[in-house]
């Protein structure tokens, strides 16, 4: 009984890592220097070019780099602020991202976008957006809205809540509310080949529930729920503890990570799975047994992009992004720019 009730224990101990996140935060100085890669990477329609974020004396700039891992900073923020979630459109140069800071402890996320260079708000700072990803023809911008932010127990940290997606036509700036579920919790938004678009969420009572896709038409709102199929490492008792649900360019399979295994010391180990639309014949397709998540799929091949955290069950994530193709894998070394002392004193 490998995974036996995880969903309660997976609860449980988000809640204990958030307490030893934020209360190491508390008790300790920012970090100097370098301090780490972001999980939620982008890469451009042509699969040459990643889009991506990276911790600098606690601030997260953004960077870009090709297949050969030389980085350059393409935009900057002023101290105290980060630029985190980056996603590239269609034309391999406009990114959207999420601008984000706290003020007396109250979080923002700002909607932003990056284009000729130039760095502008695209909702005003009370819109509190956690993601957002364009459109297969880049008309569209669709994103992740919460309304409330709270917590929901006296030893829960505060998060966003009452979720919704929205789109945004990029020209005229025009917004539409799509969905009305004031969800618990939304996230991996992305946009399928037809046009529908997914999210996971979760469905049910506190340790009940369980995590699902939401398949919605954005045009008509009807929608349908998919599940993983269980069998394999997954546990034949619990539904999956199942996160990033991400289409391939075809649409023909859905990559997701999910607990793959138990290290010696009982923590949990995600991979990454395929399965089909449906939630059928699920594979297992890394085998790090470590944190593998965000997949990201190449537009051209069948290679796929994966964030892998060395440290997730510390209270510092240490991402690397890895290319998986069959058997094989390899990283996707990031060579980051040298800081000036000039630099180093701003």
Not at 102 to 128: A, S
Not at 223 to 231: A, D, N
Request: aromatic share 14%; charged share 25%; glycine share 8%.
């Amino acid at each position: 009984m490998l995974l036996q009730k995880k969903n309660l224990w997976f609860l449980v101990g988000l809640t204990a890592l958030y307490l030893l996140l934020f209360g190491t935060t508390a008790l300790t100085a920012e970090p100097e220097g370098y301090s780490g890669l972001e999980g939620h990477p982008s890469l451009s329609q042509d699969d040459q070019t990643l889009v991506f974020s990276y911790f600098h004396n606690g601030d997260a700039s953004l960077y870009k780099a090709g297949l050969d891992g030389k980085a350059e900073i393409i935009a900057e923020p002023e101290e105290g602020y980060s630029y985190i979630r980056p996603t590239f459109a269609p034309d391999g140069k406009t990114i959207a991202f999420i601008q984000s800071w706290d003020v007396e402890e109250t979080p923002y996320q700002q909607l932003m976008l990056y284009k000729n260079g130039q760095v502008e708000p695209l909702l005003d700072q009370d819109r509190f957006v956690t993601e957002a990803v364009f459109s297969p023809d880049g008309t569209y911008l669709y994103y992740l809205q919460s309304d409330v932010y709270r917590n929901y127990s006296d030893i829960a940290q505060e998060r966003p809540h009452d979720f919704d997606v929205y789109r945004m036509n990029i020209e005229t700036e025009k917004v539409d509310q799509i969905t009305n579920e004031q969800g618990y919790d939304f996230s991996s938004l992305h946009v399928w080949p037809d046009g529908n678009i997914s999210y996971r969420t979760f469905e049910g009572e506190s340790f009940g529930g369980r995590d699902v896709l939401k398949i919605v038409n954005p045009e008509t709102k009807e929608s349908k729920t998919v599940t993983p199929e269980q069998g394999g490492a997954l546990s034949a008792d619990q539904p999956p503890i199942f996160s990033s649900p991400t289409p391939s360019p075809s649409g023909e399979k859905v990559a997701f990570s999910d607990v793959g295994s138990l290290s010696s010391k009982g923590t949990y180990q995600y991979e990454i799975f395929f399965m089909d639309p449906d939630g059928t014949n699920v594979e297992q397709v890394t085998n790090f047994h470590e944190y593998a998540g965000n997949p990201v799929f190449f537009h051209n091949d069948d290679r796929l992009l994966v964030s892998i955290d060395w440290n997730f069950a510390g209270g510092e994530p240490d991402y690397e992004y890895w290319i998986i193709n069959g058997d094989d894998r390899k990283e996707w070394v990031m060579k980051l720019p040298e800081k000036s002392e000039g630099d180093e004193e701003n």
